[in-house]
């Protein structure tokens, strides 16, 4: 039996054909202005066969010669990166596509499951990056005939890990050809890549489209993004496979009915029957596909004529070579099929079912048997024979047109968020957003602190789509009669979340904005810390709200923005994607379009309410996020949501201004004290006029006795003063804390004069501040009669004179003989008549006086 030729092996046939050889493989725009870079099949092999030696050489240290051994490509875009992936096969390296974005700790896992030998980067940052993941490259062999497709989910079971899928050159070969027959496209072709390199079909719109012989079509991610239309027109397209979103993305088809385009395929999601009647009335065929991974990109071939009539996610027809079994309830066995009208689990067999997941056998042996597949859709067997995929089996849903499994979500939250989250489950809503369920210590519902906290966390350990918008906890789970948990009606539970109560700031146009943002997110978009991807947002829904906000500033023409490369800057979707919060995205532009004309606005337009910023709120804003959510949960009093961000790596020392601590001591909030001593916070450190936490904490009356003992047992400096001189006693006296403050006070100073060990630093009754006062002297100015009773019980002097010469006494009387206005605001004369009195002076007051005279 003759052996199918693989990629390999018929583009390097391509490149020696005199008749092939000079025919463009690859033309890429960096920009709708000015040249593409091209290369022809011969520029294309020779570069990949010299690229693809060094890969080996580089691989080529010994080693199990069983492994599949990867060569990580990070680069998102560029002629270069197909040249990669071509020169990687030529090597006989797995194909891994490795995004930038990723946090680390997610490369780190991805590491762990394939043996990366090499890993290819666009810049310093690629390689700082690595260099954080750290680890040894592990070696790998130069005739392993694999390629590797990488899928960014997960099992449901959260142990299984993350996954990666191995398939044959025979399966790769498989679907190239069968796509190509269906597709129609042959050496004249000229096929547009719109997909991510992170997304399979990527790869394989590559290989492809080199192995009918046609010219692959590549831009810049952005353009193809935010000019897909021009770029299509540019190019000479005659093909494109992508997304219902990105193409929707469109909004002048009709500008398309005289180029040669006459094929678009989508895939990922549902296309809409109106985006489809779009495309058909300018005479461009439509086809839907389905596919999952672990059968090589897709499977199925449907195309559309009559969209009110049919339904668009009628699965169609299998590729040649693949095999649809439709398995009756409970889906386990492909071999009982289901019945017309009933339910059914897709399997798939033929050429393309890759041979399993990357370093995962007990995982393979569970979705792969006898040469098929079991994907986990769920398919309605129609009475008119078409199959329409309704759901999905387990918890794999699709965000932002990315397939996710919830359980990596849910693991993510327990590793990040256990100190306060007992449990979590994920759903994707029926609005589409990803929320987050928890059981837990925490108030019940919505809160945004802590969902913001939460979402900060798990950031940490999944990309930016896999972050839920909201955590909402729950007293417990619903569930369903047989006792499991029912996700169907989390799903179909509603969802208010805010971003907070930070004002929308920047006047009329920061409302604008905001309007923007809530048509265009579906969403309410009424607080100015309000996020943009937490929200629901992805990159073409940045795509469209910078379209409207451009229109919103320089008009509807935008001429004046000149070319579209000059107004990309300004209005850019990675613009707003970079700064996703609304007010500092409503700042951005309003800084950086000065000379567009001015938008209408009152003379305070700009200004955003921060004059009047009380220390709290200036001191949770700060510009880390990580920062702003630990002084935030501090003030709020979640002592486990501090707990955590410590542990996520928090900083609870700022080298600058007040700390953590200084703001959980000013709020009396007990337990968050507790936690930040135990995590290691200075309890002496300086914050704003030369503060420490003790001092902070009896600036408030809400402080109490065990405060003060925890700060001192965790070594707090009693005989701290601040600039203005003043000790603890002074401030617990001024404001007026409960006795027990002040007994425990004076306890420390007694405590420090009875051990023989070490003395501590004694804090004075009647130490002096910077205007000559002594404690008993702030009690009496501010009229808390009990402060100064306690202060005389323990000793204070009542004779001491401050620096306008006046006793406690003294300053008692004239308060109590001064008009209402020199008085403290509610003060009663009888206040001040009353510590007089206790301070053995005479308790006459200004109403008595007149009703003697």
């Known amino acids: 039996m003759t052996r199918e030729m693989t990629v390999c092996e018929r583009v390097r046939a391509r490149a020696q054909d005199p008749a092939t050889r000079q025919k463009t493989a690859v033309r890429y725009y960096d920009s709708l202005a000015g040249s593409a870079t091209t290369l022809s099949y011969d520029e294309l092999v020779r570069i990949a066969e010299r690229v693809g030696r060094i890969l080996r050489r580089s691989a080529a240290r010994g080693g199990d010669t069983k492994t599949v051994s990867c060569c990580g490509i990070m680069l998102e875009d560029g002629a270069d990166l197909f040249v990669c992936q071509l020169a990687s096969m030529f090597a006989g390296l797995a194909v891994l596509p490795l995004s930038p974005r990723d946090p680390a700790r997610r490369l780190v896992s991805i590491f762990e499951d394939a043996h990366v030998s090499v890993v290819i980067v666009r810049n310093v940052a690629g390689e700082s990056l690595l260099r954080e993941v750290g680890g040894d490259v592990k070696v790998w062999l130069a005739d392993t005939l694999l390629a590797t497709f990488r899928t960014y989910s997960s099992p449901a079971d959260p142990q299984d890990g993350r996954k990666g899928c191995v398939a044959s050159h025979a399966a790769l070969i498989a679907y190239c050809d069968s796509k190509n027959t269906a597709h129609e496209i042959d050496s004249e072709s000229v096929v547009f890549c719109a997909s991510s390199h992170m997304f399979d079909p990527h790869f394989t719109d590559f290989c492809s489209a080199l192995v009918a012989g046609a010219t692959l079509v590549s831009a810049a991610r952005e353009i193809t993004l935010a000019k897909l239309s021009g770029i299509l027109r540019l190019s000479g397209a005659t093909h494109c496979l992508t997304t219902p979103v990105l193409l929707a993305s469109i909004t002048d088809v009709e500008s398309l009915r005289a180029c040669p385009l006459r094929l678009v395929a989508l895939g990922g999601e549902t296309m809409s029957k109106s985006l489809a009647q779009s495309w058909l009335n300018v005479g461009i065929r439509v086809v839907n596909t389905y596919g999952v991974t672990e059968c090589v990109a897709y499977q199925s071939f449907k195309e559309i004529t009559d969209p009110v009539r049919e339904d668009t996610r009628a699965l169609g027809d299998p590729l040649p070579g693949n095999r649809f079994i439709f398995a009756a309830e409970p889906g386990d066995d492909p071999n009982i099929e289901a019945q017309p009208g ?203 709200v910078v379209q409207r906000v451009k229109t919103l500033v320089i008009g509807r023409d935008g001429t004046t923005g000149g070319t579209f490369g000059e107004a990309l800057g300004v209005f850019s979707p990675a613009e707003l994607l970079q700064r996703p919060v609304l007010n500092d995205y409503a700042r951005f532009i309003r800084v950086h379009t000065a000379s567009w004309p001015k938008y209408d606005s009152d003379a305070d337009e700009d200004k955003d309410g921060d004059e009047d910023e009380d220390e709290e709120r200036r001191l949770s804003r700060g510009s880390d996020v990580g920062q702003r959510l630990l002084f935030s949960a501090t003030a709020a009093g979640y002592e486990n949501v501090v707990k955590a961000l410590v542990a996520a790596g928090v900083s609870i020392d700022p080298k600058s201004g007040s700390t953590p601590l200084h703001l959980a001591c000013s709020n009396a909030r007990l337990g968050c004290i507790r936690a930040l001593i135990e995590c290691g916070a200075s309890v002496n450190a300086f914050g704003t006029r ?73 804090l004075g009754i009647n130490a002096l501040d910077g205007w000559g006062r002594t404690a008993l002297h702030w009690a009496a100015v501010n009229g808390h009669r009990n402060a100064c ?65």
């Open 342 to 544: 009933r339910l059914a689990e897709l399997w798939i067999g033929g050429k393309q079912v890759c041979d399993g997941y990357l370093n995962r056998p007990e995982l393979t042996k569970a979705s792969f048997r006898n040469g098929m597949y079991r994907t986990g859709d769920i398919v309605k067997m129609c009475e008119d024979g078409n199959h329409i995929v309704v759901g999905r089996r387990d918890d794999q849903v699709k965000v932002s047109g990315q397939r996710v499994e919830l359980g990596e979500i849910e693991e993510a939250i327990r590793r990040t968020c256990g100190i306060f989250i007992d449990e979590n489950k994920c759903v994707l809503n029926k609005y589409k957003q990803l929320v987050a369920y928890c059981i837990g210590d925490c108030p019940k519902g919505v809160d945004a602190l802590i969902s913001e906290s939460c979402r900060f966390m798990v950031r940490k350990e999944v990309p930016q789509h896999m972050v839920p918008l909201a955590f909402v906890f729950v007293e417990a789970f619903p569930v369903t009669p047989t006792g499991k948990i029912s996700r169907s009606t989390l799903i179909d539970r509603t969802v208010e979340y805010h971003g907070g109560d930070c004002a929308v700031g920047f006047g009329k146009f920061g409302v604008d904005v905001a309007r923007i943002w809530s048509e265009e997110l579906g969403v309410d978009v009424s607080f100015g810390d309000c996020h943009f991807i937490a929200m629901g947002g992805d990159s073409l829904a940045a795509l469209r």
């Open 789 to 853: 009773k306690d202060l005389i019980d323990r000793g204070a002097d009542i004779a001491i004179r401050d620096h306008n010469g006046e006793t406690a006494r003294e300053i008692a009387e004239r308060r109590a003989l001064c008009s209402a206005q020199e008085r403290p605001k509610g003060g009663r004369p009888s206040t001040w008549g009353d510590i007089a009195t206790l301070l053995g002076g005479s308790g006459a007051t200004k109403h008595l006086k007149a009703s003697f005279a």
């Open 690 to 762: 030369r503060r420490t936490p003790l001092l902070a904490a009896v600036s408030t009356q809400a402080c109490s006795a065990p405060i003060i003992d925890v700060l001192v047992e965790g070594g707090a400096n009693v005989s701290a003063v601040d600039e203005d001189k003043q000790t603890a006693l002074h401030i617990a006296a001024r404001v007026g804390v409960s006795s027990s403050v002040i007994a425990a006070l004076l306890d420390q100073e007694s405590m420090s004069k009875t051990k023989a060990s070490k003395p501590k630093p004694r």
